[in-house]
């Protein structure tokens, strides 16, 4: 299951968990034009190799594995895949 970011990154947009991510999973970056647009980051349900790096490296404990997401977040786990829908 791929991790979700949720609602704690609203107040944050740290990015650390951009740079710990290993295969570019994680959007929009502080560099990216988009950036400024989001109220958070979203983690891409299908580039996720779910290797949990990305959690740790939160500094506001906004991610969490799929299967995880507490039930008072479980929005976020929609509003992270629509972020990506191709």
């Known amino acids: 299951m791929p991790y979700v970011i949720t609602s704690p990154c609203e107040s944050s947009r740290d990015g650390s968990c951009v740079d710990a991510c290993p295969v570019d999973a994680i959007h929009p970056s502080e ?4 950036f ?4 958070q980051l979203y983690i891409d349900p ?3 190799i779910e290797c949990g ?3 740790p490296a939160c500094p506001v404990n906004a991610i969490f594995a799929h ?3 507490p039930a008072s977040m479980q ?3 929609e509003i992270n895949a629509a972020h990506y829908q191709r």
């Open 46 to 48: 299908l580039t996720c």
């Open 75 to 77: 929005s976020y786990i």
């Open 53 to 55: 790096a990305c959690a």
């Open 31 to 34: 560099d990216e034009a988009e």
């Open 67 to 69: 299967q995880e997401v």
């Open 36 to 39: 400024g647009s989001h109220p």
